[in-house]
């Protein structure tokens, strides 16, 4: 299992404008960064799309099966 870190808290950005979401890094390899896009979550290392999935499970589940030495 991938263990994460969390980078930055939730934001309500208030009046209507709705939310930031909150940001998280991998702990054995923080240049990999997990954010929430729309419905979908990515990971993200040196500003390219690594592995993504519908929910934040999903996207570890194909993170570890790509990069197997990031799980601890």
Do not use: H
């Not at 390899?29 to 934040?56: H, L, M, P, V």
């Amino acid at each position: 299992m991938i263990k994460l870190k969390k980078q930055k808290s939730t934001e309500w950005l208030g009046n209507g404008f709705g939310g930031d979401t909150a940001e998280w890094v991998v702990a054995k390899d923080e240049s990999i960064g997990i954010t929430k896009i729309g419905f979908n979550s990515r990971a993200y290392q040196e500003g390219k799309c690594i592995a993504r999935g519908y929910t934040r499970a999903d996207l570890l589940e194909s993170l570890e099966e790509k990069r197997p030495e990031l799980a601890a």
